[in-house]
């Protein structure tokens, strides 16, 4: 089984920063997209910005300029650059590890870390 775990969340004032990041509980041999995720209270999960294993990246235009996704296929890590912060962007943060294969053996599966709370507020 593996476990994704975020950290880097927090509070932070509108035009801030904050870097989150994720990383397995174990090695993984391939894994097909990551991404992260957002959850605002009393809204849809939407996906923020997803990276493929060839690096080929995508955001929702609501964070395209403002954020940047990156990943680290030998450690399996994922990280997101948040740079000027509004407050719309105040939610749980999730990270997605999609098509993720833990031996060449094993079947696919999808895995999700617990969340992440950002809070953008003055």
């Known amino acids: 089984q593996v476990q994704l775990v975020e950290s880097g969340g927090g509070l932070v004032q509108p035009g801030g920063s904050l870097r989150l990041s994720c990383a397995a509980s174990?090695?993984?041999?391939?894994?097909?997209?990551m991404g992260w995720y957002r959850q605002a209270p009393g809204k849809e999960r939407e996906l923020v910005a997803a990276?493929?294993?060839?690096?080929?990246?995508s955001y929702a235009d609501s964070v395209k300029g403002r954020f940047t996704i990156s990943r680290d296929n030998a450690k399996n890590t994922m990280a997101l650059q948040m740079n000027s912060l509004k407050p719309e962007d105040t939610a749980v943060y999730y990270c997605?590890?999609?098509?993720?294969?833990?031996?060449?053996?094993?079947?696919?599966?999808?895995?999700w870390g617990q969340g992440t709370q950002v809070t953008v507020s003055s």
């Open positions: 990276i493929t294993s060839g690096g080929s990246t």
């Open positions: 997605n590890f999609k098509g993720a294969r833990i031996m060449p053996w094993n079947p696919l599966n999808d895995y």
């Open positions: 174990r090695s993984i041999f391939s894994i097909s997209t």
